[in-house]
């Protein structure tokens, strides 16, 4: 998907390479670029990041990415003098200065500003204004109730503090804000002034934390991670310090960890993806034999309590490529987001990807309901059948792995919502990259109804998320690459080979008893200021407003972000927008001292609404590498700035 949900920083910093060097440097790295990386990355097809992109990255989080990461299997053969050159060559740093690679799958932190830290911690003392998960709650509503603000303040909002990370969406409880980065710090900070409670070091992390009171730990709160190398870890929340760290919850090299962990009851549920989908561009790659599955934890202890596989049948050998490769599958089915749990069923909701092989499976493309006890599937619900994909398939020159045929990459990357109706009525509420919403029964899984909102395409259509209150479900849509490719026609250019819609971003209200269309918004056309935008090389130096982001949402207040890095709040009953606020028109001095931090893209998991304020990390440049600016800025907003 995704990765699409290129997400997914598991493919986003790899680099696909296979052939040593003799001698090594800057001419060195940039003869392996071209020869093995250049068809990829310069000009960057989907799901790849550019090269303007790469050169952004700290060079020990390249050589990282290639000893311990999602490609180490295409870097076989490669020492780690010539994972240096590339990294020097990208970088512009010498072979020498690229620190090496940190062990177990962690990649060394690179420093942003200085860490201020806070006079004092006070206890963690829960509100009840906190946003404690990735969905607000284990049934990833995203609608906070009691925002601590009012419709009214919304268009008094203005920025309070800054900080410069690398990191996505935070969690807060009380005066504490919980968020992870990839350069590998794991953070508490104060909510209110953005100093730093404690950092957690080589923490390699891109999921939302989640925060819990459990006796588990001694201050009696537990937050909990999952990081790159596979595992998912527990921390005293008061703290920092580690309560306990699973064992690697998946044996395949290119398996990680993007949607967040969920914590019900005593038991905590893993989704686990991959970033195959781009190592297998290699014809020496023998695709596919991934599959997405769900691991279920013991809150107390990290043990796995059960592994439910989304594709029951292991992958087998089935025909040798052009290269002469054996190919395998079935594979694929990988789970993007964080679970949603229904308490009342005893059952966790996922959503899944696509299939990497062109071997039949059921668990691509599907909701699945599994008992949250035994990990049995009660049932599941495939919407699109052979979206069999892997990264490139879509491009002029294809990949000899691409399955035939091939699909258009329409996983479901958002998590599945669970919306109780007025009737009695439970429903599953669902967002496609096709463009497609959908409403499934809650006991049955039956498809009740569907509804376009966007064209669709490999980056959404509905890419991170969608959000719903006690009325209305809140789907934004992307087109992203529908975007791209309108702008790429102006310079008599094309990026596909197969024909899209016309792009329709934007915000679209949907009743969720009949999927009827209660309003919807297009995403405004609009200036963007990004700092080193790394656009322009995607489509003509037009801004993308692909409205990509979740939504948020508190009483009559639908937060929703765009690519070009608005920041929107909308009238939940109208649509009318009330407030606005371009976060790349200006630069930040921040709480840890970086002085004329860039804003950039809005994209991936959406705002906290919590305490009165309303926090968005702006800069994340998602799986379109489009936005971004190397560092993100994480930003405050409160009203009147107080």
Same mark, same amino acid.
């Given at each position: 998907?995704?990765?699409?949900?290129?997400?997914?920083?598991?493919?986003?910093?790899?680099?696909?390479?296979?052939?040593?060097?003799?001698?090594?440097?800057?001419?060195?790295?940039?003869?392996?670029?071209?020869?093995?990386?250049?068809?990829?990355?310069?000009?960057?097809?989907?799901?790849?990041?550019?090269?303007?992109?790469?050169?952004?990255?700290?060079?020990?989080?390249?050589?990282?990415?290639?000893?311990?990461?999602?490609?180490?299997?295409?870097?076989?053969?490669?020492?780690?003098?010539?994972?240096?050159?590339?990294?020097?060559?990208?970088?512009?740093?010498?072979?020498?200065?690229?620190?090496?690679?940190?062990?177990?799958?962690?990649?060394?932190?690179?420093?942003?500003?200085?860490?201020?830290?806070?006079?004092?911690?006070?206890?963690?003392?829960?509100?009840?204004?906190?946003?404690?998960?990735?969905?607000?709650?284990?049934?990833?509503?995203?609608?906070?109730?009691?925002?601590?603000?009012?419709?009214?303040?919304?268009?008094?909002?203005?920025?309070?503090?800054?900080?410069?990370?690398?990191?996505?969406?935070?969690?807060?409880?009380?005066?504490?804000?919980?968020?992870?980065?990839?350069?590998?710090?794991?953070?508490?900070?104060?909510?209110?002034?953005?100093?730093?409670?404690?950092?957690?070091?080589?923490?390699?992390?891109?999921?939302?934390?989640?925060?819990?009171?459990?006796?588990?730990?001694?201050?009696?709160?537990?937050?909990?991670?999952?990081?790159?190398?596979?595992?998912?870890?527990?921390?005293?929340?008061?703290?920092?310090?580690?309560?306990?760290?699973?064992?690697?919850?998946?044996?395949?090299?290119?398996?990680?960890?993007?949607?967040?962990?969920?914590?019900?009851?005593?038991?905590?549920?893993?989704?686990?993806?991959?970033?195959?989908?781009?190592?297998?561009?290699?014809?020496?790659?023998?695709?596919?034999?991934?599959?997405?599955?769900?691991?279920?934890?013991?809150?107390?202890?990290?043990?796995?309590?059960?592994?439910?596989?989304?594709?029951?049948?292991?992958?087998?050998?089935?025909?040798?490529?052009?290269?002469?490769?054996?190919?395998?599958?079935?594979?694929?089915?990988?789970?993007?987001?964080?679970?949603?749990?229904?308490?009342?069923?005893?059952?966790?909701?996922?959503?899944?990807?696509?299939?990497?092989?062109?071997?039949?499976?059921?668990?691509?493309?599907?909701?699945?309901?599994?008992?949250?006890?035994?990990?049995?599937?009660?049932?599941?619900?495939?919407?699109?059948?052979?979206?069999?994909?892997?990264?490139?398939?879509?491009?002029?020159?294809?990949?000899?792995?691409?399955?035939?045929?091939?699909?258009?990459?329409?996983?479901?990357?958002?998590?599945?919502?669970?919306?109780?109706?007025?009737?009695?009525?439970? *429903? =599953?509420?669902? %967002?496609?990259?096709? &463009?497609?919403?959908?409403?499934? #029964? @809650?006991?049955? +899984? /039956?498809? !009740? $109804?569907?509804?376009?909102?966007?064209?669709?395409?490999?980056?959404?259509?509905?890419?991170?998320?969608?959000?719903?209150?006690?009325?209305?479900?809140?789907?934004?849509?992307?087109?992203?690459?529908?975007?791209?490719?309108?702008?790429?026609?102006?310079?008599?250019?094309?990026?596909?080979?197969?024909?899209?819609?016309?792009?329709?971003?934007?915000?679209?209200?949907?009743?969720?008893?009949?999927?009827?269309?209660?309003?919807?918004?297009?995403?405004?056309?609009?200036?963007?200021?990004?700092?080193?935008?790394?656009?322009?090389?995607?489509?003509?130096?037009?801004?993308?407003?692909?409205?990509?982001?979740?939504?948020?949402?508190?009483?009559? *207040? =639908?937060?929703? %972000?765009?690519?070009? &890095?608005?920041?929107?709040?909308? #009238? @939940?009953?109208? +649509? /009318?927008? !009330? $407030?606005?606020?371009?976060?790349?028109?200006?630069?930040?001095?921040?709480?840890?001292?970086?002085?004329?931090?860039?804003?950039?893209?809005?994209?991936?998991?959406?705002?906290?609404?919590?305490?009165?304020?309303?926090?968005?990390?702006?800069?994340?440049?998602?799986?379109?590498?489009?936005?971004?600016?190397?560092?993100?800025?994480?930003?405050?907003?409160?009203?009147?700035?107080?």
């Amino acid at each position: 998907m995704r990765m699409p949900m290129w997400l997914a920083a598991l493919a986003a910093m790899a680099l696909p390479l296979a052939a040593p060097l003799a001698a090594h440097g800057q001419d060195a790295g940039e003869g392996v670029f071209n020869a093995h990386c250049k068809a990829c990355h310069d000009p960057n097809i989907d799901r790849a990041p550019s090269k303007a992109t790469l050169a952004t990255y700290p060079p020990a989080q390249i050589v990282d990415a290639l000893t311990n990461g999602v490609m180490k299997p295409m870097a076989a053969g490669l020492s780690e003098a010539d994972k240096q050159a590339v990294a020097a060559y990208l970088t512009g740093a010498q072979p020498a200065q690229t620190a090496a690679a940190a062990p177990a799958g962690r990649a060394a932190p690179a420093p942003v500003g200085v860490d201020v830290k806070c006079a004092v911690n006070p206890p963690i003392r829960a509100t009840g204004s906190d946003w404690t998960s990735v969905g607000f709650d284990p049934t990833s509503h995203r609608y906070q109730p009691r925002p601590g603000l009012t419709k009214a303040d919304v268009p008094k909002l203005k920025v309070k503090w800054s900080f410069a990370m690398p990191g996505g969406m935070p969690t807060v409880i009380g005066d504490w804000l919980f968020v992870t980065n990839r350069s590998g710090k794991f953070y508490a900070l104060d909510a209110a002034t953005g100093c730093v409670r404690w950092v957690v070091e080589g923490a390699v992390s891109r999921t939302t934390p989640m925060v819990v009171k459990s006796d588990v730990s001694p201050s009696g709160w537990l937050t909990l991670i999952g990081e790159r190398d596979r595992t998912t870890h527990a921390f005293d929340a008061q703290t920092g310090k580690e309560i306990w760290r699973s064992g690697q919850l998946e044996a395949n090299p290119v398996a990680g960890i993007t949607g967040a962990p969920v914590i019900s009851g005593d038991q905590v549920f893993v989704p686990m993806t991959s970033g195959e989908e781009g190592a297998a561009r290699q014809p020496s790659y023998s695709c596919c034999s991934f599959r997405g599955s769900v691991v279920a934890l013991d809150l107390k202890t990290g043990k796995t309590q059960w592994q439910t596989y989304v594709i029951g049948q292991p992958p087998h050998p089935t025909h040798k490529n052009s290269a002469g490769t054996m190919m395998q599958g079935p594979a694929g089915g990988a789970i993007w987001s964080a679970p949603s749990v229904d308490a009342k069923r005893g059952v966790v909701y996922v959503a899944t990807g696509d299939s990497y092989t062109e071997v039949d499976t059921k668990g691509a493309d599907a909701i699945f309901a599994m008992d949250v006890k035994t990990g049995k599937v009660r049932w599941s619900n495939q919407v699109t059948e052979a979206d069999n994909f892997i990264v490139g398939c879509n491009a002029a020159t294809k990949p000899a792995n691409c399955p035939s045929p091939d699909g258009p990459d329409y996983d479901f990357g958002a998590s599945p919502i669970l919306f109780h109706l007025a009737s009695g009525k439970d *429903v =599953v509420l669902s %967002g496609q990259k096709s &463009g497609v919403a959908f409403g499934m #029964d @809650a006991d049955s +899984g /039956k498809t !009740l $109804w569907s509804r376009r909102v966007g064209s669709g395409s490999s980056l959404g259509g509905i890419e991170w998320g969608m959000a719903a209150d006690e009325r209305r479900l809140y789907v934004a849509n992307a087109d992203t690459v529908n975007l791209l490719e309108e702008n790429l026609k102006k310079l008599g250019r094309s990026a596909v080979t197969t024909q899209l819609g016309p792009p329709k971003p934007g915000l679209t209200a949907i009743d969720p008893a009949t999927g009827k269309v209660l309003w919807n918004v297009p995403a405004p056309v609009a200036p963007c200021h990004y700092a080193g935008d790394r656009s322009r090389d995607r489509g003509g130096g037009d801004c993308v407003r692909a409205q990509s982001q979740a939504p948020s949402v508190m009483p009559g *207040v =639908v937060f929703s %972000g765009t690519m070009d &890095g608005w920041l929107r709040a909308y #009238d @939940a009953a109208t +649509g /009318k927008i !009330l $407030w606005a606020d371009s976060t790349t028109d200006r630069t930040y001095d921040t709480v840890n001292q970086v002085k004329g931090q860039p804003g950039g893209s809005l994209d991936g998991l959406g705002a906290a609404i919590a305490g009165g304020r309303v926090y968005v990390m702006s800069g994340f440049n998602g799986a379109a590498n489009t936005g971004g600016n190397g560092t993100n800025v994480l930003l405050a907003y409160s009203v009147n700035g107080k």
